[in-house]
């Protein structure tokens, strides 16, 4: 199995290797207290007013975009915790999946299958400024696992604005049912479907009222 080669990624929206330190200051920056190692030191600064309290412009940093973004980028002194930032979804049939995916949830996608060598659609799920990451559909490497049996890889969990009306949508698409809908109580709707390839993934409705 091959993986999109990160040449690819960059060429198709996806983020390069970030530079080692990318921030600016903002207005925001001038109330935030901020933690920037020295050496084996780490030492606790007020950023409230930057130059005035004596410390260089880069002690005001803030980052431009929120934590889940490839854009978020600390010092090179802190240490950062690994985030997912991409997704394979396998399939015995590549272009059906693209089609089930691209119709029930409205993602867009791209064939990127000269790049990685074997069929292989890149999947857009939405713009860069909101929570989520963007995946692809790959050739899976056998047959597809059989409705009922082991789960094999992730599971995939995707929020929708109206369940009922996105179970719907996933049957009329060729989706099956894995687990029916239940409430996560005073949090959301929750529950699990079978896609054309017979990977399981979830679909999540926040509701504070379900019970």
Same mark, same amino acid.
């Given at each position: 199995m091959?993986?999109?080669?990160?040449?690819?990624?960059a /060429?198709?929206?996806?983020?390069?290797?970030?530079?080692p330190?990318?921030?600016? *200051?903002?207005?925001?920056?001038?109330?935030?207290?901020?933690?920037? +190692?020295?050496?084996? $030191?780490e030492?606790?600064?007020?950023?409230?007013?930057? &130059?005035?309290?004596?410390?260089?412009?880069?002690?005001? /940093?803030?980052?431009? @975009?929120?934590?889940?973004?490839?854009?978020? /980028?600390?010092?090179?002194?802190?240490?950062?915790?690994?985030?997912v930032?991409?997704?394979?979804? =396998?399939?015995a049939d590549?272009?059906? @999946?693209? +089609?089930?995916?691209?119709?029930?949830?409205?993602?867009?996608?791209e %064939?990127w299958s000269?790049?990685?060598?074997?069929?292989?659609?890149? !999947?857009?799920?939405? *713009? %860069?400024?909101k *929570?989520?990451?963007?995946?692809?559909?790959?050739? &899976?490497?056998g047959?597809?696992?059989p409705?009922?049996?082991?789960?094999?890889?992730?599971?995939?969990t995707?929020?929708?604005?109206?369940?009922? @009306?996105?179970?719907? $949508?996933?049957?009329t $698409?060729?989706?099956?049912v894995?687990?029916?809908?239940?409430? !996560? @109580?005073?949090?959301?709707?929750?529950?699990?479907?079978? %896609?054309?390839?017979?990977?399981v993934?979830?679909i =999540?409705?926040?509701?504070?009222?379900?019970?």
């Amino acid at each position: 199995m091959v993986s999109l080669p990160i040449r690819a990624c960059a /060429r198709h929206g996806y983020p390069q290797a970030p530079e080692p330190y990318v921030t600016k *200051p903002t207005e925001s920056s001038r109330e935030t207290v901020g933690l920037v +190692t020295l050496g084996v $030191a780490e030492v606790r600064i007020a950023a409230r007013r930057g &130059r005035r309290a004596g410390f260089p412009t880069v002690a005001r /940093r803030v980052s431009v @975009a929120p934590p889940y973004s490839p854009a978020y /980028r600390q010092s090179p002194q802190e240490e950062l915790m690994p985030r997912v930032v991409h997704f394979e979804i =396998h399939a015995a049939d590549v272009q059906r @999946a693209v +089609t089930f995916y691209t119709e029930v949830f409205g993602w867009t996608s791209e %064939d990127w299958s000269s790049f990685a060598g074997s069929p292989y659609y890149g !999947l857009v799920t939405g *713009p %860069d400024d909101k *929570p989520g990451i963007n995946g692809a559909v790959m050739e &899976r490497q056998g047959d597809n696992m059989p409705v009922g049996g082991p789960i094999a890889g992730a599971v995939l969990t995707i929020e929708v604005e109206d369940f009922d @009306a996105m179970a719907a $949508a996933i049957e009329t $698409a060729g989706g099956t049912v894995a687990l029916p809908k239940q409430a !996560l @109580a005073q949090m959301a709707w929750q529950g699990y479907f079978h %896609d054309t390839e017979n990977n399981v993934f979830g679909i =999540h409705q926040p509701d504070p009222e379900a019970r």
